[in-house]
């Protein structure tokens, strides 16, 4: 799957990166609609958006803050400024 991302990803705590933001009303090159949603722990988000029908895959990572390489402690202890957020890539049917 390919497209932009406005957030900062890491997964369980690897190594992130900061990436382009994503445009209004983003599509990947598959089609794929996407859309970033943040609050909470992405965790239990993910795992809902994942249930519903026409997503195709939900990532968790985090957006905003002032660090480029958050670790998950950083984060989850407000330390970098980020919020865990979870991008859906879904099709719009």
């Not at 239990?44 to 519903?52: M, V």
Request: proline content about 3%; hydrophobic content about 35%; aromatic content about 8%.
């Amino acid at each position: 799957m390919t497209g932009a991302s406005a957030l900062v990803w890491s997964a369980s705590g690897q190594t992130s990166q900061n990436a382009a933001p994503i445009a209004e009303n983003a599509m990947t090159s598959d089609g794929l609609a996407i859309a970033t949603f943040a609050g909470g722990c992405f965790w239990c988000t993910e795992a809902g958006f994942e249930k519903l029908p026409g997503v195709k895959e939900a990532v968790s990572g985090y957006t905003g803050g002032h660090d480029t390489t958050p670790t998950y402690n950083e984060v989850a202890g407000g330390v970098s400024g980020h919020t865990e957020a979870v991008q859906v890539f879904t099709t719009r049917k």
